[in-house]
């Protein structure tokens, strides 16, 4: 018997008490101050937090990338230090615990027990049991213009109240798996910059070595049409929506994830092999421009919100040349819009990009190809450790915090 096993028998023998979710906790959603009003901008003091920050900076955070004054503050009330933020629109399925006073943009609703909950519960429990909230999340969301969660079913979500002792022990051992899990992805983010630095190095050449071209001028970009999410499949012809190239495609790929109609891939634009096929519009600078080089061996279908650029140069070499500090540097004068950002093909086509002779562009993939096996995919060294150290996380996680409900 477990050391979680033993204290839930002595404990709580009949079960653990469960609550709704609005009887334990205050929440609150998040606001962005107005842009047009420039002093709630300058002079910050206050954390204001994004999804930028959860991924660029992980889970438990004490400081924000964006900070507000105080006038920027409706009523000068803010989310308490220790509160968890929950994302409740837009992007789903992720939460963070807050060990500061802060703000939070409106994708987050803040929470944090009511004073007669306070001290029957240990944040980092909160923290770790909101992982099962966010699942729920994922599965009770409503669309409009964008996914958002149905609110009055969270308010009604069912929270475990388990002793102490309980919650604490749980802590212990999830905390040393997230302690191993971070020592692996240092040492992961440490290859993955070592990576960036050679890409970057490969694809810079010593002034007029290398020609620089508008990329208008060695290719044609194309804009995606007539695709939504709920014309994706499971078979069919071959589709790629925008959103998967930021969610699951690499550098290339030579299978798609969805699949649409045979007549609504007709309709709709489509990427030969070869092809680079960009996602334009996102709410983080960098991922705007983010692409794929189609490797198949047959046209896919495109959605809105990317273009097919059909070219003339190594495909791999043109999508590695997209990861480049170069090309970020290039497209950020391009960059436009407020809340979602994007770029066009027509500003696309002005970035210049260095074009030496193709084999020794080959030369160029052949060695990024290597580095990016080594770094990114998951059946080789160290993302392979730690993708199964991930799974056994979420293995034992479940486990431990998975309850019998006593009665009431």
Not at 235 to 259: F, R
Not at 326 to 342: E, H, L
Not at 382 to 388: N, S
């Amino acid at each position: 018997m477990s050391r979680i096993d033993e204290l839930i028998a002595e404990l709580c023998p009949d079960g653990v008490e469960f609550r709704a979710l609005s009887e334990v906790f205050d929440t609150r959603n998040g606001y962005t101050p107005s842009k047009s009003n420039a002093s709630n901008w300058t002079n910050g003091t206050i954390p204001w937090f994004r999804m930028e920050d959860i991924r660029e900076h992980g889970r438990v955070l004490d400081d924000a990338i964006q900070r507000i004054p105080k006038c920027a503050v409706k009523g000068g009330r803010l989310f308490p230090a220790n509160a968890i933020i929950v994302a409740t629109s837009a992007t789903i399925g992720e939460h963070a615990l807050i060990t500061v006073p802060f703000m939070s943009n409106q994708r987050f609703t803040a929470m944090w027990p009511k004073p007669g909950f306070s001290t029957r519960l240990d944040m980092k429990f909160v923290f770790y049991y909101c992982f099962v909230l966010d699942d729920w999340c994922l599965n009770n969301t409503t669309t409009s213009s964008f996914a958002s969660v149905d609110m009055p079913g969270f308010k009604r979500f069912r929270f475990p109240i388990p002793p102490l002792e309980v919650q604490r022990e749980i802590v212990r051992i999830l905390d040393a798996f997230t302690e191993l899990e971070a020592e692996l992805e240092a040492e992961l983010e440490a290859r993955r910059r070592q990576y960036a630095h050679y890409r970057d190095s490969l694809l810079s050449f010593p002034e007029g070595g290398v020609q620089r071209v508008p990329m208008g001028e060695v290719g044609e970009f194309r804009r995606g049409s007539g695709i939504q999410k709920s014309d994706l499949r499971d078979s069919g012809v071959g589709a790629i929506h925008y959103g998967q190239i930021h969610t699951h495609y690499g550098s290339w790929a030579t299978e798609t994830l969805s699949y649409v109609s045979e007549d609504l891939a007709h309709r709709s634009r489509r990427a030969c092999p070869g092809d680079l096929v960009i996602a334009t519009t996102s709410e983080d600078d960098e991922a705007v421009g983010k692409a794929v080089a189609w490797m198949g061996d047959r046209e896919v279908a495109v959605s809105g919100d990317a273009y097919v650029y059909r070219h003339s140069l190594n495909p791999k070499y043109v999508a590695y040349f997209f990861q480049t500090g170069d090309f970020q540097a290039q497209k950020r004068r391009y960059i436009s819009g407020t809340k979602v950002r994007r770029v066009s093909g027509q500003h696309l086509a002005k970035i210049a990009i260095p074009v030496p002779p193709l084999d020794e562009q080959a030369r160029i993939v052949a060695i990024l190809d290597a580095f990016d096996a080594l770094v990114i995919d998951l059946s080789v060294g160290l993302p392979a450790e730690l993708a199964a150290r991930r799974k056994q996380y979420e293995h034992y996680r479940d486990r431990l915090l998975t309850f019998k409900e006593a009665a009431a």
